[in-house]
């Protein structure tokens, strides 16, 4: 099994190309892309961005239910898949950095804050899921890998 990244790769991955090719760092560099151009775009022009983002998303749940182990049967559920998680710190990322370069410092601040918590709510649930003691929710009733079908 090839670990999920840690945090600090995660974020840097939003931010420029990512060290290596792992899947899900390269993911979170297209996902962080993709939140920067949505900035610029028109209330509701955003579908074809956002069908990529969702794509990508579903690459990362995808590579976690190949590639991790399955939990054990008393494991938590948590509300979200990794690769909304992912596409989330992106979103934060973006406007944290989008936010010193226009914003008022408390709302920088504000910014910076959501994004490390969420930084650090990754990296519980990437130690949880890796130790098998977090479920994820199901990927559309099947296993994604081995129907070609997603929950998208």
Do not use: N
């Not at 899900?24 to 920067?36: D, P, R, T």
């Not at 054990?72 to 998680?85: D, F, K, L, S, W």
């Amino acid at each position: 099994m090839e670990p999920l990244p840690p945090k600090e790769m995660v974020l840097e991955a939003c931010r420029s190309l990512p060290r290596g090719d792992h899947p899900i760092l390269a993911s979170a560099h297209q996902l962080a892309g993709l939140h920067e151009r949505r900035g610029y775009c028109a209330l509701g022009s955003t579908a074809d961005i956002d069908e990529r983002r969702a794509h990508f998303v579903l690459t990362i749940d995808r590579w976690i239910a190949t590639e991790v182990p399955l939990p054990h049967g008393g494991a938590h559920m948590h509300t979200e898949t990794v690769g909304t998680v992912i596409d989330r710190m992106a979103q934060f990322s973006t406007c944290a950095y989008a936010a010193l370069r226009t914003a008022p410092d408390w709302i920088v601040h504000d910014a910076w804050q959501r994004l490390a918590e969420l930084a650090l709510g990754y990296q519980d649930l990437a130690f949880e899921v890796s130790a098998g003691i977090r479920r994820l929710p199901d990927l559309g009733g099947h296993r994604p890998y081995s129907s070609g079908q997603g929950w998208l």
